[in-house]
């Protein structure tokens, strides 16, 4: 999409940036860059400068980095934003994503973009095709400023293209280069800066890098950040931990292992009170400390560091991880093979004996206790012991209450008797949430075993904890299996009308096997009217339905998100469904519609009412009741006539043909039929 081009009041074309600018989302900017480039780039808005418009509508600007960098950014063929800066990352940098919060900025503020003149010295530099461009990888996990990007693709115009200024330097003497170099220095304190770190970094004496590399941890967590949404981001105090993961990088190129390890837990500590005192922090300072841990996590990786003290290192540096900022941090246990299965062994039995030191789990789960089973049995898995992990999950699990992880283990591995035994432990002692998907692994196991009566049982238990009507379709489907289709039907319609369970009935002749692990919610309110109506619609019985929407209560009775004459109302799904069988109900529940919108103020009744009548007409005419439906909204027009909106809504009802009002909607909500005798 171009950019527009419109005519001021003089007579010139006035630009416009691509209105797309104005749409993009942080997630379309983490799409596009990656969530460091984004973090990192909000820092760099203010160090856009000299934004404009080239000929073909792409955004170019100077950005201040480790230099003034050409940046150029436009939405490609494909639709989505695409970039080429003049710095070393090259593609998706923190530069391009400063550039486009520049661009949303200036629209919000009503300023329009210049165009960039022709000999702009920029463009040499930019002279890529925007198609080629659309075409290249992009690299998500922006590397740094200073790290070398890929090539440019072979054949293309910035490959062939000659830079002036490079063929300028490149003719110079030695001392030519070093006049121009020291007279830059001299003129630009920014370059100064730059090469004096490079200096350093370039020093080999470790102390003094270790020492620096703490004082810039220190420095990048020594204040508190602010973040504000688009309008404020000028009031934002961004973190930066770049110098600081330059230094971390510099050491472990120098394989200063122990100096990097002995920095973790400062690291984390700043960062995290960092993260205390800041403002409405949504993860920005987790992911600049997270660049840096990832640094310190190599240098473990590559140390001299015991395989077992490796092992447990990255185990304790996620235990100690309260705020997750080191969730992509795995190390060893992401890359198993760089240890030795003997010290996965030892890890895997330590884990194990400190799991049978907590105490027992009376009830529900152990968090403390589900993590040191998990690490324990990826050990197991990694040393090669993958055949004991059922008899670990056994004796585990009263320290944990993970019934659900035992259970799958054991159908995993074939043994679906002991699978239900220790299924049915867990529906005694563990708590709901565990039990709901127990239930569901007790269906699995008695259909593997053959058991569909029992199968069908624990489906029954899934309705009566979580009546619905998907359940209903899922009883229904089990009890043919298991042949008790009747019986069944008619106890979970009598359940639905009473909150009686069919074992606790006088006459006790529920068809399936008891499971005692049913515990109707409380918060339930029988008769379960709503759910009856949706099994009638399903089955085609459209009197029921009709009888059990009208036992609700009157519109002025009805109270709760189902209110009569809200989008919700099942009123709207009855009468579209009966309309062709029971159209007198149908009509009668529209009019129910539209009494309980009358009197109110606001477009959502009026939209309600209209929508209505709209429905009603083509019923009605059909009857020979044009007349009576012409009537009603005369009435409407004389007791509602002050509503100019209402009005408008009736005037465009009235004009509306009623060939282009459908008679029955789409069933939005249930699926095939499922021929049943009627509800009673």
């Known amino acids: ?35 460091k480039a984004v973090s990192r780039g909000k820092g760099y808005v203010s160090e856009v400068s000299r934004i404009g418009l080239d000929d073909k509508g792409a955004v170019i600007a100077s950005v201040q980095g480790g230099q003034e960098y050409a940046t150029k950014i436009w939405f490609g063929k494909d639709g ?27 629209i919000k503020s009503g300023k329009p973009p210049v165009r960039i003149a022709p000999d702009d010295e920029r463009l040499e530099g930019l002279s890529l095709d925007e198609e080629l461009l659309d075409d290249e990888l992009s690299d998500e996990e922006n590397a740094e400023d200073g790290v070398a990007a890929s090539p440019p693709p072979e054949g293309s115009r910035a490959s062939t293209k000659k830079d002036p200024v490079r063929d300028y330097i490149a003719a110079l003497s030695n001392d030519g280069c070093r006049e121009l170099l020291f007279e830059i220095v001299d003129t630009y304190g920014i370059v100064r800066t730059e090469l004096q770190r490079r200096i350093t970094l370039a020093k080999s004496d470790v102390e003094t890098l270790a020492t620096k590399a703490k004082a810039a ?14 309008g404020d981001r000028d009031r934002s105090i961004y973190p930066d931990y770049s110098e600081a993961q330059r230094f971390l990088e510099r050491l472990l190129e120098l394989k200063a292992y122990d100096r990097l390890i002995a920095l973790a837990d400062y690291l984390t500590k700043r960062s995290v009170n960092q993260m205390m005192m800041s403002e409405n922090d949504e993860g920005q300072i987790g992911c600049e400390a997270e660049g840096c841990m990832e640094v310190i996590a190599n240098a473990v990786v590559r140390s001299d560091m015991p395989d077992v003290e490796k092992i447990l290192w990255f185990r304790k540096l996620h235990d100690g991880d309260e705020y997750c900022f080191y969730e992509g941090i795995g190390g060893v246990w ?15 039995d330590e884990l194990a004996k400190e799991l049978s030191a907590q105490g027992d789990v009376c009830g529900g789960v152990s968090f403390v206790g589900g993590n040191l089973s998990k690490m324990a049995e990826k050990a197991l898995r990694f040393a090669g012991r993958g055949g004991e992990v059922a008899d670990f999950k056994k004796n585990a699990v009263a320290k944990t209450g993970d019934y659900n992880s035992l259970v799958k283990e054991l159908m995993a591995g074939g043994d679906l008797r002991e699978a239900r035994e220790w299924c049915l432990r867990g ?18 196991i008695a259909g593997g075993l053959g058991d569909k009566a029992e199968a069908c049982a624990y489906v029954a238990d899934q309705f009566f904890n979580t009546p619905c009507l998907d359940n209903y379709k899922t009883i229904i489907s089990f009890a043919q299996k298991a042949g008790v289709t009747d019986a069944v039907r008619s106890h979970v319609l009598k359940f639905l009308e009473s ?47 009709v009888r059990f929407y009208h036992a609700q209560g009157n519109p002025g009775e009805r109270k709760g998100w189902w209110s009569r004459g809200t989008e919700s109302d099942q009123g709207w799904m009855v009468a579209d469904k009966v309309a062709k069988v029971l159209p007198d109900d149908a009509i009668a529940i529209w009019r129910g519609l539209v009494d309980a919108n009358r009197g109110k103020v606001g477009n959502a009744y009026y939209d309600q009412i209209g929508d209505a009548l709209k429905r009603m007409r083509p019923v009605m005419e059909r009857q020979g009741r044009r007349g009576e439906w012409k009537a009603l909204i005369a009435d409407l ?44």
């Open 80 to 106: 989505k934003l695409s970039s080429y800066c003049s710095c070393p990352v090259g593609f998706e940098c923190k530069h391009a994503v400063a550039l486009a919060l520049k661009v949303i900025d200036e």
């Open 217 to 230: 941890i220190r420095d990048a967590t020594a204040y508190a950040c602010r973040f504000y949404h688009w």
């Open 427 to 444: 529906l005694r002692n563990g708590d709901e949430y565990g039990a709901e998907e127990l239930r569901k692994r007790m269906v699995e």
């Open 334 to 348: 992401d890359t198993p093979s760089k240890v030795s299965k003997s010290a996965w062994s030892k890890v895997a």
């Open 499 to 545: 909150g009686v369970l069919p074992w606790d009935e006088k006459k006790n002749r529920w068809p399936l096997p008891a499971t005692g692990s049913t515990k109707v919610s409380r918060h339930a309110t029988f008769p379960l009217y709503w759910v009856l109506v949706e099994i009638s619609l399903h089955e085609r019985q459209m009197e029921d339905a």
């Open 637 to 680: 027009r004389q007791t509602e006539k002050a509503k100019r909106n209402l009005m408008k809504i009736l005037d465009e009802v009235e004009l509306v043909r009623s060939a282009d009002v459908p008679i029955i909607s789409v069933d939005r909500c249930h699926g095939a039929d499922y021929p049943s005798c009627r509800l009673g």
């Open 1 to 35: 999409m171009r950019k527009k081009a419109k005519k001021d009041g003089d007579g010139k074309v006035q630009l416009s940036y691509d209105g797309r600018f104005a749409t993009l989302t942080w997630m379309d900017l983490e799409s596009f860059a990656g969530k």
